[in-house]
Nanobody, 122 residues
Framework: QVQLVESGGGLVQAGGSLRLSCAASGNIFRVDAMGWYRQAPGKQRELVATIIRGASTNYADSVKGRFTISRDNAKNTVYLQMNSLKPEDTAVYYC????????????????WGQGTQVTVSS
């Protein structure tokens, strides 16, 4: 069974750091773009950062200069290093990956992790 497993969330004080990890497991032919999204209470899910297989990255304006996304293609894993955290970064963070399960698949489809809670206290 193909799944994304996240880890690394928790409680941290403002100004602190956390590192999230997300590993894709199962019988996977290819992982294309990977990314992180977040959803705060009462708000819609929003993009945090994405990274394509060739390592080009994209960030939400609110996290530029503070968060860094990276990936290890050999491990089908994506990371999010979060520095200078602010209370407004508090949310459930979701991992996303576009994956092709079979070699004969015409294209990739999105998969989501179960989410990990990040809480930043002031």
């Amino acid at each position: 069974q193909v799944q994304l497993v996240e880890s690394g969330g928790g409680l941290v004080q403002a100004g602190g750091s956390l590192r999230l990890s997300c590993a894709a497991s199962g019988n996977i032919f290819r992982v294309d773009a990977m990314g992180w999204y977040r959803q705060a209470p009462g708000k819609q899910r929003e993009l945090v950062a994405t990274i394509i297989r060739g390592a080009s990255t994209n960030y939400a304006d609110s996290v530029k200069g503070r968060f860094t996304i990276s990936r290890d293609n050999a491990k089908n894993t994506v990371y999010l290093q979060m520095n200078s955290l602010k209370p407004e970064d508090t949310a459930v963070y979701y991992c996303n990956a576009d994956m092709r399960i079979h070699y004969y698949d015409l294209g990739s489809r999105p998969y989501w992790g179960q989410g990990t809670q990040v809480t930043v206290s002031s």
